[in-house]
């Protein structure tokens, strides 16, 4: 009889509970609602819909799956997207179980690698996120598990499908795959000896795949004319991943410090792409040739000095071997601090990876599952290199090393006393615990609290806003970001002279900054009361197209009684969050011009709308006019 910890339901329902209780005390945190960066703009596209006429900006599967849930679930739709991603994280650790007993031939091998997904804290955390990478990990993980499953499957073609279905829904999810897809099907056909029946299962796998990219490519040019057969940020990604100047590890873009609240990649690849088109259309962009400039401009960087792009394709392999964690721009360290689930789940990339190394050891001994796991291993952390190597990026590593890892230990059980797979494991140490280049000790916690701040502020925590924002502080100064979300907490909190010194030194930092301009702007006009300074700082966000600045404008205008701003404010078509903000002006105007009856109308719309907050607002404005 099987004891307990050899049933995969026992796996499962461990790894449940470790995420449940990471779910509920991640539910009571502020941040919970709060979707910042990637998760913000994948949210607003499942909200909104694709943009009309244009060809996907991202694949399309996760923001279709944010859509449904949001669609089922109404308000709750949040905690149910995690929800389902935790499960899917249990159900993973159930097909490692199952493909480490299968490849590793030991049940307590298995167990074991099994039990350090249970309580790996970068996966669990990346569960909890609201992007695209986790379901990216849970679909190439199953379909490593099916074509693990293709030699000793009576039905192979079933099981070639299966792993193709599975492939192609991971491309539609993120197409880092595709480099692998041709490599895999490769293997399909070659351990078989029949040549029908290769030829067949290898045909089979390779199916959805391409029904995913004919259909992604259909839609693309119904839609917009442009026959893109990958996401148009690509190129662009690819450029920032590979340029002589870049880390490959994130983007790093001045225009980021104002953009903190949702992700710059789509309005920089239209900005900066032009100078490299033979024509750019002002009307209607050329997506497919935007993309082709910026795969182009990538290679170009690559063959002027190869010696240097191999050196940093050296320093992103160190990246991926690294036990260190960093989601883009967020540090782990920091989300650890936060969680007392995290601090117990100490698993991470560093215990697993030695272990799979030493495996080596006896390679001579493998049969073709454990040559397409080190193949998929190789082929696929090639992929992963060519653009960024974030910790989730590299998260789709994990399956194939835990597996690889389950054979060390079987191995190592049977024979505890070889010599090489030991020195095997002090190498992958050294690879995964030693500073290469500065990997592990490069600091990112300043830009993490600043996120968190940012996020305490828009959740009306100011006190915890600005603590965050002064843990970021004492890490770094130079950061413009840092400055201004340590100028709205201040402002959040009245301490209006200190915001204006924040948001100053953000503007001497980064005098584009446009969130700064307009926030000191801001200040100056309504706390300070210092209309004549808030002028110029508010024209200049002005002219960098913000229709907030242009309104507060128009109210210093109006103040003043003069007729242009009345004119002005007639041609002005807001965006839908500055409703509010365009009404108060609406009524401002009307109040200067003595129309009553339209003041009453639009004062009873406003608080209707937008409730006493606003009316509270409306009467600061009107009490400044009567002082006028």
């Known amino acids: 009889m099987k004891k307990l910890w050899q049933r995969p339901l026992f796996w499962f329902a461990l790894a449940l509970l470790v995420r449940l209780l990471y779910l509920q005390e991640q539910s009571g945190h502020f941040l919970f609602y709060q979707q910042m960066l990637d998760e913000r703009e994948i949210v607003e596209l499942a909200r909104n819909g694709f943009v009309e006429g244009e060809p996907f900006f991202k694949a399309p599967l996760y923001s279709l799956f944010i859509r449904a849930v949001m669609f089922s679930a109404g308000d709750t739709w949040v905690w149910l997207v995690r929800l389902i991603q935790h499960l899917c994280g249990a159900l993973l650790v159930v097909l490692a179980f199952d493909t480490a007993r299968r490849l590793a031939h030991s049940i307590p091998a298995a167990a074991l690698v099994a039990g350090m997904l249970c309580f790996y804290g970068p996966l669990i955390r990346l569960e909890d996120r609201l992007v695209l990478d986790f379901f990216t990990v849970f679909m190439q993980s199953a379909m490593l598990w099916a074509m693990l499953r293709i030699p000793d499957a009576s039905h192979k073609t079933k099981w070639a499908l299966i792993a193709g279905l599975f492939a192609g829904l991971s491309w539609l999810i993120r197409p880092t795959l595709m480099p692998v897809l041709p490599i895999l099907a490769l293997w399909i056909f070659m351990h078989q000896r029949p040549w029908k029946p290769k030829l067949g299962a290898a045909a089979a796998y390779l199916l959805f795949p391409a029904i995913a990219i004919g259909g992604f490519t259909l839609r693309n040019h119904q839609v917009s004319g442009q026959a893109l057969s990958t996401p148009w940020q690509g190129g662009y990604n690819f450029y920032q991943a590979n340029k002589r100047d870049g880390n490959g590890r994130y983007l790093v873009q001045d225009s980021y410090v104002a953009q903190h609240g949702g992700n710059p990649t789509r309005e920089l690849i239209l900005r900066e792409a032009p100078p490299f088109l033979p024509e750019a259309p002002v009307a209607r962009p050329d997506y497919k040739a935007a993309n082709a400039a910026w795969f182009h401009l990538g290679w170009s960087e ?135 280049w500065g990997v592990r000790s490069e600091d990112l916690r300043d830009i993490e609290y600043a996120r968190l701040s940012n996020a305490a502020w828009r959740a009306n925590e100011f006190e915890r806003a600005l603590s965050y924002a002064d843990a970021a502080m004492a890490l770094r100064t130079r950061n413009p970001q840092i400055h201004q979300v340590r100028g709205q907490a201040l402002h959040g909190v009245g301490r209006y002279t200190e915001a204006a010194e924040a948001f100053e030194r953000s503007i001497g930092l980064f005098p584009g900054d446009v969130n700064s301009l307009y926030n000191l702007g801001y200040i100056y006009y309504r706390h300070l009361d210092e209309a004549e300074r808030a002028t110029p700082l508010l024209r200049r966000a002005a002219e960098h197209g913000s229709q907030k600045a242009t309104l507060l404008l128009l109210r210093v205008g109006i103040r003043s009684n003069d007729p242009g701003a009345h004119r002005r404010l007639n041609e002005i078509k807001p965006t839908p969050d500055l409703a509010e903000m365009m009404l108060i002006t609406t009524i401002c105007a009307a109040t200067r011009r003595g129309q009553v009856d339209q003041v009453q109308k639009w004062s009873r719309a406003l608080e209707a709308q937008f409730g006493k907050r606003a009316m509270d607002d409306l009467a600061w404005e009107l009490e400044q006019l009567e002082r006028r």
């Not at 990246?319 to 989601?327: F, M, N, Q, T």
């Not at 590593?397 to 494991?425: D, E, G, K, M, Y």
Request: aromatic residues 16%; proline residues 4%.
């Open 302 to 436: 690559i063959k002027e000095d190869l010696p240097a792009w191999m050196g940093l394709m050296i320093k992103k392999g160190f990246y991926l071997l690294s036990a260190r964690e960093i989601y883009n721009f967020e540090d782990y360290r920091v989300m650890r601090q936060l969680s007392t689930i995290l601090k117990v789940t100490f698993f991470n990339f560093g215990w697993l990876w030695p272990l799979a190394l030493a495996s080596l050891a006896w390679g001579k001994s493998w049969n073709s599952q454990h040559v397409l796991v080190a193949l998929y291993l190789v082929f696929l952390g090639g992929a992963i290199a060519l653009f960024f190597t974030s910790g989730r990026l590299r998260m789709p590593l994990v399956f194939p090393v835990v597996l690889l890892a389950a054979v060390t230990i079987a191995r190592l059980i049977s024979r505890p006393r070889q010599i090489t797979p030991w020195l095997l494991i002090a190498a992958g140490i050294a690879l995964s615990w030693m500073d290469w």
